[in-house]
């Protein structure tokens, strides 16, 4: 059996990533599409009239594109900041809201909900960054709060060494206390942030998973050891940092692999230098589902999702006896008001 | 004017599935190689592109062709006109042809923008086609033209490679045919209704996604078969129990 990572064309025949980019017209002036341009030099730039002529056909295959994603640069939609469903984690914040400063994710994950969210696996950057910050800004002063992930559709971090979107978003928003704004990452790239002092209202949140459940289901992402070192480099720079095991999944010899990792976890120390743990089993609704299992007809982790949860979401069976496992590990280490099942 | 052939590679083993299956859909490309004319500002006589923007003829929205496979040509974009363009104004870097943008809505339909390479040689500039014959006009592209469809066919050949020798689509083939294979044999053997024929189809497609090695798919076959030949079934009652033994026989755990 071929293997899931391997590529039988020749990788000398293969286009590597990034070798187009697809600009809406309006915006090929735009600095940030000039800012692109010069990094990826080698790439091809074709005009595009609207960014969904290209990832909102169901005439794309996510799979081929996923070898090898080509970039989208596009003018964002008008609605720039989105209320959060109840499936995420909402970390005791009311006011929960989400936006979308890039579109996919560099990493191939075989659980990964975007997979059954959008038709193409090309990366869509937004150019107009500053204009969500703004609104960002305005929708704190409403409601004197906010709480807002910028990371959910995207890694923006594994990103970083492109375009520097989290760096941007820092200060965009480090004068607007009132919103607190998460960045969650698989990536081991906070070197790419160590130029940016520390914002009190950020919290870099790491997705951890055992070395086996990486090897397996999270294809091109950094190795744990790896993402732990990003992690604890962030720490020590003084940022919030917040851990989420995250879909815990229930493998053969889960309770060895998870247990390896809470060991690893407890030898580096790290539980007392956390602002808070998250942890959640695999769920996922009936249409992404579909669509998932349809772009990924290979996964035997989704052809698994056949159990519904409280929600009505599909999970994998056996998944609750990982998170009451966790539940009762994690209650050992940490504070239970910083424990958020999601 | 531009004047092109279709070539067409079909490799079609399986039924056809319905628009935008993705990896399941069949490994088939279609290479559509031609002529086309360009401004002369932008492009000499005899060079060939490939095309990664087709722009339709009327109003509606371009095609983009996905390109995977490393090639020496340049790329461009094509508009598909109704009839001959008699000036090269505001063409730009454009190619102009007749057919690229049907052809791009066919295979859109059928399959995806990952199953399509259109690959064009400059025959002549816009305007030339009143004063020069067709023999004039091939002529001078002397052996440009069949160089460039050899290299073009090679190019084809490769992207299809890459489409047919997808890893994923390999395994996930497998996982269909042996989940196929092994239902038409289960059902020959016993009678299930329409719902347990799903719920089976179901667990045999979820144990085989979760083979690692060629041995699992021929192990699992045999100890299904050897539970089938001993079972007996019959009554309503009796199939019932086959199907939960035969989904007890095949496990999703991960």
């Known amino acids: 059996m071929p293997t899931p990572s391997s590529c039988s064309t020749s990788k000398s025949s293969c286009l590597p990533p990034f070798s187009h980019l697809y600009v809406e017209r309006e915006v090929r002036d735009h600095p940030l599409t ?18 969904q002529e290209l990832t909102q056909r169901r005439s794309v295959a996510w799979s081929y594109q996923k070898r090898a994603p080509k970039i989208v640069v596009a003018q964002s939609p008008s609605e720039l900041l989105y209320p959060c469903s109840d499936v995420a984690p909402n970390f005791g914040n009311q006011n929960f ?17 975007l997979q059954g ?5 090309n990366l869509v950057v937004f150019v107009n960054q500053e204009q969500m910050q703004a609104a960002v800004r305005a929708k704190a002063k409403e409601l004197g709060d906010l709480y807002l992930c910028i990371a959910y559709d995207n890694d923006l971090l594994a990103f970083e060494g492109v375009l520097g979107l989290v760096g941007n978003w820092v200060e965009g928003l480090r004068n607007t206390p009132a919103a607190t704004v998460e960045v969650r990452t698989k990536s081991a790239n906070f070197r790419m942030l160590k130029a940016v002092p520390p914002a009190a209202n950020f919290i870099l949140a790491w997705t951890l998973s055992p070395s086996s459940v990486i090897a397996r289901f999270e294809a091109k992402t950094p190795p744990l050891q790896a993402r732990l ?44 230098k956390l602002e808070d743990v998250s942890y959640g089993a695999f769920r996922m609704n009936k249409d992404y589902l579909r669509k998932a299992r349809k772009a990924r007809p290979d996964s035997s982790l989704l052809q698994a999702a056949n159990s519904k949860e409280s929600r009505g979401l599909f999970t994998i069976e056996g998944s609750q006896v990982v998170l009451d496992m966790m539940s009762a590990e994690l209650a050992k280490r940490m504070p239970a008001e910083k424990v958020w099942l999601t | 004017m531009a004047l092109s052939g279709a070539l067409a590679s079909l490799f079609v083993s399986r039924p056809w599935p319905k628009a935008g299956a993705g990896l399941m859909s069949p490994a088939v490309l279609v290479a559509n190689f031609g002529t086309a004319a360009a401004s002369s500002q932008a492009w000499s006589l005899g060079q060939a592109l490939l095309v990664n923007k087709v722009v339709p003829p009327g109003p509606g929205a371009s095609l983009y062709p996905e390109r995977h496979i490393r090639s020496d040509w340049p790329e461009t974009e094509c508009r598909s006109l109704s009839g001959p363009l008699t000036d090269s104004e505001g063409l730009g870097r454009s190619l102009v042809d007749m057919e690229a943008y049907g052809i791009n809505q066919v295979v859109s339909r059928y399959l995806t923008t990952s199953h399509l390479v259109l690959g064009k040689v400059v025959l002549d500039h816009p305007g030339e086609e009143d004063t020069l014959d067709w023999k004039t006009l091939t002529a001078r592209l002397g052996d440009r033209y ?9 190019f084809a050949l490769l992207h299809l490679d890459f489409l047919s020798q997808d890893p994923r689509r390999l395994k996930s083939l497998r996982v269909e045919d042996w989940s196929l294979e092994e ?32 041995s699992q798919f021929e192990e699992k076959s045999r100890e299904l078969r050897d539970y089938l030949a001993q079972a007996e079934g019959g009554t309503k009652h009796a199939n019932s129990i086959i199907l939960q033994h035969l989904q007890k026989l095949l496990p999703t755990s991960l």
Request: negative net charge; proline residues 3%.
């Open chain 1, 34 to 51: 000039l800012a692109l341009t010069q990094r990826l030099p080698k790439a091809e730039v074709v005009i595009i009239d609207r960014y």
């Open chain 1, 229 to 272: 070192e990003s992690m604890f480099a962030a720490i020590e720079a003084g940022w919030r940092v917040r851990l989420c095991l995250d879909p815990l999944l229930p493998v053969d010899g889960w309770k060895e692999s998870y247990q390896e990792l809470l060991k690893l976890l407890d030898q580096r120390q790290l539980w007392d």
């Open chain 2, 146 to 154: 069949s160089e460039a469809a050899e290299q073009f066919a090679d």
């Open chain 1, 97 to 113: 809201y989400y936006a979308i400063p890039m579109q996919n994710c560099l990493y191939d994950c075989e659980y990964c909900y």
């Open chain 1, 117 to 121: 969210m959008y038709n193409s696996a």
């Open chain 2, 183 to 214: 239902m038409a044999y289960a059902e020959g053997q016993v009678t299930l209704t329409v719902t347990q024929k799903r719920q089976l189809a179901k667990a045999l497609r979820a144990a085989a996604s979760g083979f690692e090695v060629e």
